[in-house]
């Protein structure tokens, strides 16, 4: 019998201020369970801009612990309210001067089920990443959520398949990447890389990026977030390049066991043969 998950992500511009911004996404948590969704995804460093344009320490202050602030207990009760499950980009503080690129994930009964910690941090123009976040420590954990078994990669580290194929083996359903990147730098990626990572490893990937132009420097975050399947194929139209929008759609877990029994790349694998690829 298929199963299906009517899955969302929300991409929007920056309001200006934090607390306008987490009422936005409030809203979108609201009109998501209102379309029947059941799990929602948010971008990256969601509450805030993406101030890693710049590096500057007044930022430091968007951080928060993971599970016991503020926004997490606030997401919590509305996940708790309307049986959704909830994904998080957020900035971590585990101890001052200990930062983190977080993603927590919210239960569709409000428990907190875990965190993600971005693992690959870049440091280049536009993306000064290592001025405010340490390397994530948490592995590729996978979360038994209770619309099935979910994993996050948060932007840059989709560039590098080893998390991708890590989030599989672990058994992910539907993997999401929220993301803030620009026109400028990796536009010719962005439809790109989560496909083939949608295939290579056979689940369904949410893809979510902001938009617009903020006024900490001149990325021009260009949006169009969707979701891909194992085949892939997008999973009705890619979101606006210019507009705040709220995907949802419905993805077929069906397909998951269809495209695995065809391809079987996983009974396929060769891991004795891998060793050099984790030399440093």
Not at 177 to 200: D, F, I, K, M
Not at 231 to 251: H, I, N, T, W
Request: with cysteine; charged share 20%; net charge negative.
């Amino acid at each position: 019998m298929s199963r299906v998950i009517r899955a969302a992500v929300f991409q929007t511009a920056w309001t200006g201020d934090k607390e306008s911004m987490i009422q936005v996404h409030e809203q979108a948590v609201r009109d998501a369970a209102a379309q029947g969704a059941q799990v929602l995804c948010f971008q990256e460093l969601f509450y805030g801009p993406y101030f890693c344009q710049v590096q500057d320490p007044a930022f430091y202050e968007y951080a928060e612990q993971i599970p016991e602030g503020p926004i997490v207990r606030r997401f919590q009760a509305l996940a708790e309210e309307l049986g959704i499950v909830l994904v998080l980009p957020m900035y971590e503080e585990e101890q001052p001067g200990v930062l983190y690129n977080t993603a927590a994930v919210i239960d569709a009964d409000g428990s907190y089920l875990g965190k993600y910690r971005k693992t690959h941090i870049p440091q280049v123009r536009g993306f000064w990443e290592k001025f405010y976040f340490r390397p994530g420590n948490s592995g590729w954990p996978i979360f038994d959520t209770a619309v099935g078994r979910i994993g996050v990669y948060i932007c840059y580290d989709r560039h590098f398949p080893e998390g991708w194929r890590a989030l599989g083996l672990a058994g992910a359903e539907i993997v999401f990447n929220p993301s803030a990147t620009s026109r400028g730098l990796s536009g010719y990626l962005w439809q790109l890389e989560q496909p083939a990572a949608a295939v290579a490893n056979e689940y369904f990937v949410g893809a979510i990026n902001r938009v617009g132009v903020e006024e900490y420097g001149d990325n021009d975050f260009y949006g169009t977030s969707y979701f891909v399947d194992p085949e892939a194929q997008f999973v009705g139209e890619v979101a606006s390049d210019k507009e705040p929008e709220l995907v949802v759609r419905d993805l077929d877990m069906a397909k998951l066991r269809e495209v695995r029994d065809r391809w079987q790349f996983y009974r396929d694998r060769a891991p004795g043969t891998y060793g050099p690829l984790t030399a440093p």
